[in-house]
């Protein structure tokens, strides 16, 4: 699942870059969390709640979906976290004592560093920029959450389909490794909709599908969905 591991006895400059609140960890609190970088490829599932009841976790560099996990073992990505971000449900439900609710998706091939979860919810209640930085990107993290499910609300599915496809094919990729399922879980639909959805773009020309692969053929088509 890794691309690889690499200890780290102090924050460097990669580190710093991203999260800069880190400067406020001493050198031996930072030994204590056991600090260790991890590397994960585009679509791979790196957090959720195993490791979730032993580290926190900062993203340094890549995106990745946050997914809630319902009791009955449904997904629905809830939003969308950036390099120099902390996971908003991560940190509520370390501070509430509570399980972690979610999963982490690499959508991009992706860093992140991982800590001691003991040493991260006291890093927390220890450093005055730390707590703002993670609590400001929490409450950025929450605004776009409300926008998201405003635009659920009010965007017709087609819509919210071309953009979750124009999306993922930003850098250039024109296929797309992707179950009918996930875009579902992203869109906040069911899969038998997106399938129909799917299945009138491919009619249309504009993207060929296969079994856990769209490719997107008239980028321009799409774009058009988000203007009708």
């Not at 982490?104 to 992706?110: H, I, K, S, V």
């Not at 993670?134 to 599915?157: A, H, I, K, N, Y």
């Not at 009138?200 to 020309?205: L, P």
């Amino acid at each position: 699942m890794m691309r690889g591991d690499s200890a780290t006895t102090l924050p460097d400059a990669r580190l710093l870059d991203a999260f800069p609140c880190l400067r406020a960890v001493g050198s031996e609190e930072w030994s204590e969390a056991r600090p260790t970088v991890r590397a994960f490829p585009a679509g791979t599932r790196f957090f959720q709640r195993e490791d979730a009841a032993s580290y926190g976790m900062f993203l340094l560099s890549g995106t990745a979906r946050i997914s809630r996990i319902a009791a009955d073992g449904s997904e629905s990505v809830m939003a969308k976290l950036s390099a120099g971000e902390v996971c908003a449900l991560l940190v509520l439900s370390g501070l509430s004592g509570r399980d972690y609710p979610g999963a982490l998706t690499a959508e991009t091939d992706t860093e992140a560093l991982f800590v001691a979860k003991r040493s991260f919810l006291r890093w927390l209640h220890a450093y005055d920029d730390l707590r703002s930085s993670v609590f400001g990107g929490l409450l950025d993290g929450m605004l776009r959450m409300s926008e998201q499910s405003e635009s659920r609300r009010t965007e017709p599915l087609e819509a919210r389909l071309a953009r979750a496809l124009l999306h993922r094919a930003a850098e250039g990729q024109s296929l797309l490794n992707v179950t009918h399922q996930e875009l579902a879980a992203e869109i906040g639909s069911a899969r038998e909709v997106v399938s129909r959805a799917l299945r009138r773009f491919r009619n249309c020309g504009w993207v060929e599908t296969g079994r856990g692969w769209v490719r997107v053929l008239r980028r321009q088509a799409l774009e058009t969905q988000l203007r009708d």
